[in-house]
């Protein structure tokens, strides 16, 4: 069974300009998150998809951060303008989950984003 | 909100001895509480995990114990092998609904053969 896919792995920037990442979740789950995580740190929530329903963006910093799920499989996270600061890794995990249960997450290898 | 933290943040240990990390969370409605390992270049992957009907659980070389009241939970790793070497995570889950998810800041974890 193949893993969660991100796209691109790296990816180096100038800031202001936009950049994109993608992530195909684990066949079948419904459940789809992204995460940043800083150098050091553990990996911060951005925002968690149910299918193709937002259910909690409420760390995604909606200036400059937005993300879309059409479909309820892969998904786009973008960032327009980039900043300095958000040098970071994005992940992309998924799960397979109903109304009152949890199922464990699964991570991609992320995408390693610098903005110079 | 939930609030997890994590030590220690570095860890170096002698191949063949144990290693614990330890976690405690502020909010008692978590109820699940996954251990990720994290590879340099990788993305975390689920080691272990425990849920809060359950004092201990064990997986071959590694273990987590959880006790609800003091609200803190511990990563054990016996015979420690240089591969082991890695960041490890730990995450307090509250199910039910939506989940949400808070990670402690990572052990970085060093074996030394």
């Known amino acids: 069974e193949a893993g969660v896919v991100q796209s691109p792995r790296y990816k180096i920037i100038e800031k202001k300009q936009p950049v994109a990442f993608w992530c195909n979740p684990i066949?079948?789950?419904?459940?789809l998150y992204w995460y940043r995580q800083n150098l050091g740190q553990g990996p911060e929530l951005l925002i968690r998809?149910?299918?193709?329903?937002?259910?909690?963006d409420s760390q995604l910093p909606k200036d400059r951060f937005s993300a879309e799920r059409l479909k309820g499989v892969d998904s786009t996270l973008k960032i327009q303008p980039a900043e300095l600061g958000d040098s970071a890794v994005y992940l992309c995990?998924?799960?397979?989950?109903?109304?009152?249960?949890?199922?464990?997450?699964?991570f991609g290898p992320g995408t390693r984003l610098l903005v110079l | 909100g939930e609030n997890v933290e994590q030590h220690p943040s570095t860890l170096s240990v002698q191949e063949g001895d144990s290693a614990v990390i330890k976690c405690t969370y502020s909010?008692?409605?978590?109820?699940?509480f996954p251990w990720y390992k994290q590879e340099l270049g990788k993305g975390p992957q689920l080691i272990i995990d425990?849920?809060?009907?359950?004092g201990e659980k064990k997986d071959q070389r590694i273990a987590v114990t959880l006790n609800k009241t003091a609200k803190h939970f511990s990563l054990h790793i016996t015979e420690t092998q240089p591969e082991d070497s890695a960041v490890y995570f730990c995450?307090?889950?509250?199910?039910?609904?939506?989940?949400?998810?808070?990670f402690g800041i990572g052990t970085k974890l060093q074996v030394i053969p």
């Open positions: 995990a998924s799960s397979l989950e109903g109304q009152g249960s949890g199922e464990t997450q699964y």
């Open positions: 066949s079948g789950h419904n459940t």
């Open positions: 998809y149910e299918n193709e329903e937002a259910v909690d």
């Open positions: 909010d008692s409605a978590s109820n699940y």
């Open positions: 425990i849920r809060s009907n359950v």
């Open positions: 995450a307090a889950i509250l199910e039910g609904g939506y989940q949400k998810v808070t």
